[in-house]
Nanobody
Framework: QVQLVESGGGLVQPGGSLRLSCAASVRSFSTYPMGWFRQAPGKEREFVASISRSGGNTNYSDSVRGRFTISRDNAKNTVYLQMNSLKPEDTAVYYC?????????????????WGQGTQVTVSS
């Protein structure tokens, strides 16, 4: 059974940084593209970033490009989301997801497994 466990969320002031981690209990982690999504109160879940199996290809939403960085450590079965220059509108529950496909993807329905989420609150 696949388990994805996010950590690293919390309360941060505008302009601050956080680093989210997602640990996967799955064999052959390096063969699966990974993604980060987020859901703000009253809104639908939206794509944030994705990363290919090797980490050589990444994609970002327009709202986070240049501020967030997705990376992975296949030896540790972990994917990260470094978030800099945080804004109040980044406040949301952040989810990592695993895709059982060859290429990384931007759509929620292209991911098969999800973590429970970690809360990020950006406020002064």
């Amino acid at each position: 059974q696949v388990q994805l466990v996010e950590s690293g969320g919390g309360l941060v002031q505008p302009g601050g940084s956080l680093r989210l981690s997602c640990a996967a209990s799955v064999r052959s982690f390096s063969t699966y593209p990974m993604g980060w999504f987020r859901q703000a109160p009253g809104k639908e879940r939206e794509f944030v970033a994705s990363i290919s199996r090797s980490g050589g290809n990444t994609n970002y939403s327009d709202s986070v490009r240049g501020r967030f960085t997705i990376s992975r450590d296949n030896a540790k079965n972990t994917v990260y989301l470094q978030m800099n220059s945080l804004k109040p509108e980044d406040t949301a529950v952040y989810y990592c997801a695993e895709r059982r496909g060859v290429t990384d993807a931007l759509l929620e329905n292209q991911y098969e497994y999800w973590g429970q989420g970690t809360q990020v609150t950006v406020s002064s």
